[in-house]
């Protein structure tokens, strides 16, 4: 699954929703959270790990919640392989990457990230039968790794540049205002079951608390997504 969208446009809220829902589903929670730019949007989304030998060490309990603080001190594209390593060792759990722009391009990935998106599915590793369930989100489309793009079962997006919003509109046979006219926590969605696109708004329910100030406004008016649109 992937997530793109400008700033403000809920897509942060959006991927802890999708999260905590997908962590439900699990009968023992396991989640590794790539954190580049140590979002205070994330806080609370998982136990803070700010070294790679930590991440690894946390990572073999058998239940975890773990939110990889990126050290931009040091090397962030040697960082993420060991991020994707680690995920793909463990095995059986949920990852989350943000800004994913910024350690992958359009035509070029980390070996250990390729595996995670091509192989992760189904695999066997030391001779146990595992799975990883991959989210990602970014700003650019036009800066993602195809390859991710191609295997997502659900592409979300809310307000897009004009350059991605023609990428997109290409892609999906849609109208390229659609993206870019969207309004902040409004967002359309195709998934790779479905020819239709989805169209909604994001919504939050009682008691959630959110750092997004456009969010808590239409959380106060309770606004409600409207039906699917084609």
């Not at 446009?9 to 905590?20: L, V």
């Not at 919640?65 to 040091?74: G, I, Q």
């Not at 329910?205 to 959110?210: F, L, P, V, Y």
């Amino acid at each position: 699954m992937s997530a793109f969208g400008a700033r403000g446009t809920g897509k942060t809220a959006w991927c802890r929703q999708e999260i905590e829902r997908q962590l439900r589903a699990m009968k023992v929670p396991r989640l590794l959270v790539w954190d580049f730019k140590h979002d205070p949007g994330l806080e609370g989304v998982g136990q803070p790990v700010h070294t790679i030998n930590d991440l690894a060490r946390l990572a073999k309990a058998p239940s975890f919640r773990l939110r990889y603080m990126v050290d931009h001190t040091k090397d962030v594209h040697e960082q993420f392989k060991l991020f994707c390593l680690i995920a793909w060792i463990a095995g059986c759990l949920l990852m989350f990457v943000d800004e994913l722009p910024e350690v992958t391009q359009a035509s070029r990935a980390p070996a250990e990230w390729r595996r995670c998106v091509n192989v992760g599915r189904d695999y066997v590793q030391a001779g146990q039968r595992k799975w990883l369930a991959i989210l990602a989100a970014g700003q650019r489309l036009a800066e993602t790794d195809k390859s991710f793009i191609d295997n997502c079962d659900v592409v979300h997006c809310g307000r897009l540049g004009a350059g991605d919003a023609r990428t997109l509109g290409s892609m999906w046979g849609a109208d390229p205002k659609r993206f870019v006219a969207l309004p902040d926590l409004h967002w359309i969605e195709k998934r790779a079951s479905s020819i239709e696109l989805v169209q909604g708004v994001l919504t939050f329910g009682d008691g959630k608390k959110t750092t997004n100030k456009a969010a808590k406004k239409a959380a106060a008016k309770k606004v409600r997504p409207p039906r699917s649109a084609p």
